[in-house]
């Protein structure tokens, strides 16, 4: 069973910054290089809503436009990790953040336990 822990969230003030990481392992059928992951996070009262995410062949990457040109997504696929830089946080950032591989091809979907990221003066 492919398991996922994230890791690196915490307290932050605004303008700070955070590097998230989710580590994976687990995998048998398939290898995490032929996963797409993604982070997703969910705020008190609101939806998990996707905030990026990158694919498992050319690591292309795609991102909520919430956060543009302040977080980014790699994945390490010798490390089975894949990261979330988060720069010039602001408070509406704040949330748990998700880990989620995904093998649309099987349908396999697996979720981390979520990290708390709090974003606040």
């Known amino acids: 069973q492919v398991q996922l822990v994230e890791s690196g969230g915490g307290s932050v003030q605004p303008g700070g910054s955070l590097r998230l990481s989710c580590a994976a392992s687990g995998f048998t059928r398939f290898t995490f290089s032929t996963y797409a992951m993604s982070w997703y996070r969910q705020a008190p009262g609101k939806e998990r809503e996707l905030v990026a995410a990158?694919?498992?062949?050319?690591?292309?990457?795609n991102y909520a436009d919430s956060v543009k040109g302040r977080f980014t997504i790699s994945r390490d696929n010798a490390k089975n990790t894949v990261y979330l830089q988060m720069n010039s946080l602001k408070p509406e950032d704040t949330a748990v953040y998700y880990c989620?591989?995904?093998?649309?091809?099987?349908?396999?979907?697996?979720w981390g336990q979520g990290t708390q990221v709090t974003v606040s003066s």
């Open positions: 990158i694919t498992s062949t050319d690591a292309r990457t």
């Open positions: 989620k591989a995904q093998l649309v091809a099987f349908g396999y979907n697996y």
